[in-house]
């Protein structure tokens, strides 16, 4: 499986999670779990971002830059769920992608490690969108790439930890939990090829979503 298909797989599946909060109606057993699929997905491909980027500085300029124009509408959609100053997802996604940066320029990882625990713990005052979650996902998937095995044992317990703390360690988070842990095989299945190029569209795809699903609701 291609970075494409994996792109395709998170967009869809993270679509599928947001326009629940559109209409009632679009409210089924679908909308509800196979959300949890997307966020894994999308923070594998920000270590596979930057380990086949051209331009480093480029890639976190152009992270950021989506980060900001993707608030306003993240914002309005995030009125359909109740809190809507929280930042998006991809301000924590640029904090794993400085993470993983300066993990991978230090020579004294126990000195990284403890920079990347500080800018994990960062996400939460911050109030970023998944919190400490964003960020440590992005850095276990990359720290632990080259080994799969320990990257899924890091990836199953950073995911445990998480919805232990959300005390969703119960029946009824299971099927959530389940839904999240789809997404390791998927990731397991990568073959290291980038296929199809729509660099731009997946971009775009996440503010311009958001304003879709929020224009759905007022219908």
């Given at each position: 499986?291609?970075?494409?298909?994996?792109?395709?797989?998170?967009?869809?599946?993270?679509f599928?999670?947001?326009?629940?909060?559109?209409?009632?109606e679009?409210v089924?057993y679908?909308?509800?779990y196979?959300?949890?699929?997307?966020?894994?997905?999308?923070?594998?491909?920000?270590?596979?971002?930057?380990?086949?980027?051209?331009?480093?500085?480029?890639?976190?300029?152009?992270?950021?830059?989506?980060?900001?124009?993707?608030?306003?509408?993240?914002?309005?959609?995030?009125?359909?769920?109740g809190?809507?100053?929280?930042?998006?997802?991809?301000?924590?996604?640029?904090?794993?992608l400085?993470?993983?940066?300066?993990?991978?320029?230090?020579?004294?990882?126990y000195?990284a490690?403890?920079?990347?625990?500080?800018?994990i713990?960062?996400?939460?005052p911050l109030?970023?969108?998944?919190g400490?979650?964003?960020?440590?996902?992005?850095?276990v998937?990359?720290?632990?790439?080259?080994?799969?095995?320990?990257?899924s044992?890091?990836?199953?317990?950073?995911?445990?930890?998480?919805?232990?703390?959300?005390?969703?360690?119960?029946?009824?988070?299971?099927?959530?939990i389940?839904?999240?842990?789809?997404?390791?095989?998927?990731i397991?299945?990568?073959?290291?090829?980038?296929g199809?190029?729509?660099?731009?569209?997946?971009?775009?795809?996440?503010?311009?979503?958001?304003?879709?699903?929020?224009?759905i609701?007022?219908?």
């Amino acid at each position: 499986m291609d970075i494409f298909m994996i792109k395709i797989i998170a967009c869809v599946t993270m679509f599928l999670d947001h326009i629940k909060y559109a209409s009632p109606e679009f409210v089924n057993y679908v909308t509800v779990y196979m959300g949890r699929i997307a966020f894994p997905l999308f923070a594998f491909m920000i270590t596979e971002g930057y380990v086949h980027t051209k331009d480093l500085n480029k890639y976190k300029k152009r992270l950021f830059i989506f980060a900001i124009i993707s608030q306003i509408p993240f914002m309005f959609f995030r009125t359909l769920t109740g809190n809507w100053l929280e930042l998006n997802i991809l301000f924590g996604f640029t904090l794993g992608l400085i993470a993983i940066t300066i993990y991978d320029k230090m020579e004294n990882k126990y000195l990284a490690l403890l920079l990347n625990v500080a800018i994990i713990l960062l996400a939460e005052p911050l109030c970023i969108e998944y919190g400490w979650y964003a960020v440590a996902m992005v850095v276990v998937l990359y720290i632990f790439k080259k080994n799969k095995i320990w990257m899924s044992v890091m990836y199953i317990g950073i995911v445990l930890l998480y919805f232990f703390i959300k005390g969703l360690m119960n029946f009824t988070g299971l099927p959530f939990i389940i839904c999240t842990l789809i997404s390791l095989p998927i990731i397991l299945m990568y073959n290291g090829k980038k296929g199809k190029e729509m660099k731009w569209f997946f971009y775009w795809f996440y503010p311009v979503h958001l304003g879709i699903v929020y224009l759905i609701s007022l219908i």
